[in-house]
C-alpha cells in the first residue's frame, strides 16, 4: 500500500516536471524553422514516462532509439526502415555531419541531423528530470531556469511569454509545494499511508496557489523602464528605420525609406522635450519619388548653408496668415541624427550652444546641423516661427494652375502602378469640383472604409507587388507609412501635386510653464521614438504646400479659418469648417492600437477599473477567509471528524481520531514531551482538565494497535470521550 501511495506521488511529482519542460518546447515554431513541435513532444513524453518506469538501461535504450529511428524515418528518410538502404541514408548523413562540425561550418547541417540531435537531447533531459525531481527533489533550479528561459525568448524574439509565464509560476509553485511537503513527511518520519490523508494539505497548497496567481494578475504593473533592447541589437546587427526588406523594424525615424512595410517594436525612448504654444508636427523632410515599394529622394539639390539666424526655406506664401510664436527643444542623448525638427513656418533658430550653421535643402526643407565642416548634434536651441493659419475659401478657389516645375516633380508614379488604383482615386474624388474638397475626400476614405490601423502584422508586399496596392486592396491594415503613402499616390494619380513628409508628432504634454513675456502660459511635450511620424503636403498655387493627415487615431494640427468678412453660403465654408473640426489630442503609433481597441470596446474600456478593483476585492475576499479558515482549523477539522467518526467503526479511524486530539491538545499548550509515554502525558492531560477521560481514551487506544483488540462493543462510550476531550481543549 505504501510503495503505491509512494508511486502516485512520484508520478504526479514527475508529470509537473515533463509540464515544466514542455514550456521549453513550445517556442521552437516560432523562434526557429520547426514547422510542427507534435513529434517532440510526443516523444519527449515516451522518454519521460520510460525513466519514469525505471526500466533497466538494456531495455530502456533500445526502446528509445527505436523511437528515434521511427521519427527520422517519418520525416527524412525514404527508404524502407531497418534496411540496407535505410542504414546507408542514415551513416551517410551522420558522416557528412560530422566534417562539418569537425570544419566549424555549423550552418551546414542537415535538418536530420539537428532533428537527432535535438531527439537525443530530449532523451538526456528525461533522465536529469527524473533526477531532479524525483531523487533529489530539487526543483528549484529547474523552475527558475524555465521562467529565464520564457523571459529571455518573449524579450529577444517574437515569442510572446506572458501566459508562459504565468503557467511556469503556477506548475512551479505546485512543484515547490509537493516538494517541500515530501521532505517534511521525510523528516518526520511520517508514514504517507494513503491519498485520503491527500486533503489535509493539498487545500491549502492549491488555495495560497490560486491566491498568489490572481493576486500577482491583478495587482497593477510598472510599464517597461528601458527601451526594448531589440532594435538596438537588430540595429548593431544591420540597421534601423523603415528601410533594409526587415519584416520587423524598429520605430523611430530613419533615413531609409526605401523599402516599406512589416511590423515594427515600440520603443519609448525620448528624443528631445519641446516647450511649444500648442501641439505642433516636427518637420525633417519630405520625399518626392515613389518607387512602388518605398520612397527616394531625387531632390536633395541644390543644398544652401545659412546663418541659423536666417532660414529662407517656407512651405508656403506670403499670402498665408500667420502668427510669430517662439518655441525651446532640448534634445536627449539617444537622438542620434543630426537634423533639425522645426514647426511649419521656421524663420530662426537661436540660442545654441556652439557655432553651428545649416545646410538647408531647398526642395525637401531637410536642415542638417554643422559645426565648421562636420555633422553636429545640436543640443538646445530657441525657435522662432511664423505658424500658419489656411482660409477654406482660399484653399478651395486655389484652382490648378500648377508651375511646370512643381508638377515635374511632385505627380511622378511607377509605370506599373496598378491601374485600379488610378480608377480607385477617380472614384474618390468623383464629384468634388476643388483641389481642397478631393484631397479631404482622400483624406476622409481610409476611416470610412474600413481601414485598421496597426503596427503589428503588417504585410511587406513581395516582388511583384505594389506597396500601396496591396494597403489599399489587399491587407488594408497597416501605420503611418501606408497611409500617407497610399494618400500621395492617390492625389498624383489625379494630377494633384503631393509629397511624403516625415518627422514626429507632438509628443505627451508632461508639464507647463510660463512663456517669457510672463503674459501666457507654454506647454512642456515629450517627443519619442514612439512618435516618429509620417502625413502628407498638398500643393495649392498662390499658397503652397498644406500638410494633410490621413492616418487614423491622428489629428492635423494645422490650423484652418473661414474669413468672416466672406460671405457664407449654406455649404460653403461653414460646413467644410465643421468637418475639419480639430481633435485636441494628438496620436502616435504606440496609444492609438490601444485607443482604436478602447473605441471599438467601449463597455470593456469603462469598466476596466472596475474590473480591477473586482479582482482585488475578490482576492482581499479570498485571503480573508483562508486566514479564517487557518485559524479555525482545528475547530472545522473537528467538526468534520466527529461526523465521520460516528459513522465509521474501524481502527484506522479510530486511530485518526487519537492522534488529531493529540495535534489539538498540542496546539492548546499541551505539548507531550519526547521522552513521555502516552500513559504519563495521558495522566498530565486529565490533571488539567480533572478528569479521567484522556486515561480511559488511551487505554483503549493501546489496546487497539498493540493488542489488536476490537472496540466495536466500546466504539459509543470511546466516541463520546473522544468528543468531550476535543470540545474541553478548543473551549
Keep these: 500500500m505504501?510503495?503505491?501511495?509512494?508511486?502516485?506521488?512520484?508520478?504526479?511529482?514527475?508529470?509537473?516536471?515533463?509540464?515544466?519542460?514542455?514550456?521549453?518546447?513550445?517556442?521552437?515554431?516560432?523562434?526557429?524553422?520547426?514547422?510542427?513541435?507534435r513529434i517532440f513532444f510526443i516523444f519527449a513524453a515516451f522518454c519521460f514516462f520510460v525513466s519514469f518506469?525505471?526500466?533497466?538501461?538494456?531495455?530502456?535504450?533500445?526502446?528509445?532509439?527505436?523511437?528515434?529511428a521511427f521519427i527520422l524515418d517519418g520525416l527524412y528518410i525514404g527508404?524502407?526502415?531497418?534496411?540496407?538502404?535505410?542504414?546507408?541514408?542514415?551513416?551517410?548523413?551522420?558522416?557528412?555531419?560530422i566534417q562539418m562540425i569537425s570544419g566549424q561550418e555549423w550552418w551546414q547541417m542537415t535538418p536530420l541531423f539537428r532533428s537527432l540531435l535535438f531527439l537525443i537531447l530530449l532523451w538526456l533531459m528525461s533522465y536529469l528530470l527524473y533526477y531532479w525531481f524525483v531523487v533529489a527533489r530539487r526543483m528549484f533550479f529547474f523552475v527558475l531556469l524555465t521562467i529565464l528561459f520564457v523571459a529571455v525568448v518573449d524579450t529577444f524574439t517574437v515569442y510572446d511569454g506572458s501566459w508562459a509565464i504565468i503557467r511556469t509560476f503556477v506548475i512551479g509553485m505546485a512543484a515547490l509545494g509537493l516538494s517541500s511537503f515530501a521532505k517534511e513527511m521525510d523528516k518526520e518520519s511520517i508514514v504517507f499511508k494513503g491519498l485520503h490523508k491527500a486533503k489535509v494539505w493539498l487545500f491549502p497548497l492549491i488555495g495560497v496557489i490560486l491566491f498568489s496567481s490572481a493576486a500577482a494578475y491583478a495587482s497593477p504593473k510598472f510599464a517597461p523602464?528601458?527601451?526594448d533592447p531589440v532594435p538596438y541589437l537588430e540595429s548593431a546587427a544591420g540597421g534601423t528605420g523603415?528601410?533594409?526588406?526587415?519584416?520587423?523594424?524598429?520605430?523611430?525615424?530613419g533615413e531609409d525609406d526605401s523599402q516599406l512595410g512589416g511590423s515594427f517594436v515600440q520603443d519609448d525612448t525620448p528624443i528631445f522635450t519641446a516647450t511649444v504654444d500648442g501641439d505642433r508636427y516636427w518637420r525633417i523632410e519630405s520625399k518626392d519619388t515613389y518607387t512602388g515599394k518605398g520612397w527616394t529622394d531625387t531632390l536633395e539639390q541644390p543644398v544652401m548653408t545659412t546663418d541659423p539666424f536666417d532660414i529662407p526655406f517656407s512651405t508656403f506664401t506670403e499670402e498665408v496668415e500667420t502668427e510669430t510664436q517662439t518655441a525651446q527643444i532640448e534634445m536627449t542623448r539617444f537622438a542620434s541624427f543630426r537634423k533639425l525638427v522645426y514647426p511649419y513656418g521656421l524663420t530662426s533658430v537661436g540660442n545654441l550652444?556652439?557655432?553651428?550653421?545649416?545646410?538647408v535643402h531647398n526642395n525637401t526643407g531637410e536642415m542638417d546641423t554643422y559645426q565648421g565642416d562636420a555633422p553636429a548634434k545640436i543640443s538646445t536651441a530657441e525657435l522662432t516661427y511664423e505658424f500658419p493659419s489656411f482660409e477654406y475659401s482660399q484653399l478651395r478657389e486655389s484652382g490648378n494652375n500648377d508651375p511646370q516645375e512643381i508638377r515635374d516633380q511632385y505627380l511622378q508614379l511607377p509605370e506599373n502602378l496598378p491601374e485600379r488604383v488610378r480608377n480607385l482615386a477617380s472614384q474618390i474624388v468623383e464629384g468634388e469640383d476643388n483641389r481642397y474638397d478631393q484631397a479631404k475626400a482622400v483624406e476622409r476614405y481610409f476611416s470610412a472604409n474600413g481601414f485598421e490601423y496597426s503596427t503589428t502584422d503588417v504585410p511587406v508586399p513581395g516582388?511583384?507587388?505594389d506597396y500601396v496596392d496591396q494597403f489599399l486592396f489587399e491587407s488594408q491594415i497597416g501605420y503611418c507609412d501606408n497611409y500617407s503613402t497610399s494618400m500621395v499616390v492617390l492625389l498624383r494619380s489625379e494630377g494633384i501635386p503631393a509629397r511624403w513628409v516625415k518627422g514626429f508628432t507632438g509628443g505627451e504634454r508632461i508639464d507647463s510653464v510660463e512663456n517669457e513675456e510672463g503674459d501666457g502660459v507654454?506647454?512642456?511635450?515629450?517627443?519619442?521614438?514612439?512618435?516618429?511620424?509620417?502625413?502628407?503636403?498638398?500643393?495649392?498655387p498662390d499658397v503652397g504646400w498644406v500638410p494633410f493627415e490621413p492616418t487614423q487615431g491622428f489629428s492635423n494640427n494645422a490650423d484652418f479659418y473661414t474669413d468672416v468678412d466672406v460671405e457664407e453660403t449654406e455649404e460653403d465654408p461653414a460646413a467644410g469648417a465643421a468637418d475639419d473640426t480639430q481633435d485636441e489630442t494628438m496620436g502616435n503609433p504606440q496609444q492609438v492600437e490601444e485607443e482604436d481597441e478602447a473605441s471599438g470596446n467601449a463597455d470593456a474600456a469603462s469598466s476596466s477599473g472596475s474590473t480591477t478593483f473586482t479582482a482585488v476585492l475578490t482576492g482581499t475576499v479570498l485571503l480573508a477567509a483562508g486566514i479564517l479558515l487557518y485559524v479555525t482549523r482545528y475547530r472545522w477539522m473537528a467538526a468534520l471528524l466527529i461526523r465521520r467518526y460516528r459513522r465509521s467503526e474501524d481502527e484506522e479511524t479510530y486511530e485518526k481520531a487519537y492522534h488529531f486530539l493529540l495535534k489539538v491538545l498540542n496546539h492548546k499548550g499541551l505539548k507531550r514531551k519526547p521522552d513521555q509515554t502516552l500513559r504519563d502525558y495521558a495522566l498530565k492531560v486529565d490533571q488539567h482538565f480533572q478528569s479521567n477521560e484522556m486515561r480511559r481514551l488511551t487505554s483503549n487506544y493501546e489496546r487497539v494497535i498493540y493488542g489488536n483488540e476490537s472496540q466495536k462493543a466500546q466504539w459509543q462510550k470511546v466516541t463520546e470521550l473522544w468528543e468531550n476531550l476535543i470540545k474541553k481543549t478548543l473551549s
Design 242 to 253: 523603415s528601410g533594409g526588406g526587415r519584416t520587423i523594424q524598429k520605430v523611430g525615424y
Design 353 to 359: 550652444e556652439g557655432e553651428f550653421n545649416l545646410r
Design 79 to 97: 527508404e524502407l526502415i531497418f534496411s540496407p538502404g535505410w542504414f546507408a541514408v542514415l551513416t551517410e548523413q551522420v558522416t557528412f555531419n
Design 225 to 227: 523602464q528601458w527601451p
Design 53 to 68: 518506469l525505471q526500466v533497466p538501461w538494456y531495455l530502456s535504450m533500445p526502446l528509445k532509439g527505436l523511437g528515434v
Design 463 to 465: 516582388d511583384d507587388e
Design 2 to 37: 505504501q510503495d503505491r501511495h509512494s508511486t502516485v506521488y512520484r508520478m504526479i511529482l514527475y508529470g509537473i516536471g515533463f509540464l515544466l519542460f514542455c514550456e521549453w518546447l513550445r517556442p521552437l515554431e516560432m523562434i526557429s524553422q520547426t514547422d510542427d513541435v
Design 522 to 540: 507654454q506647454n512642456v511635450y515629450e517627443v519619442t521614438s514612439g512618435n516618429a511620424h509620417s502625413w502628407v503636403e498638398v500643393y495649392f
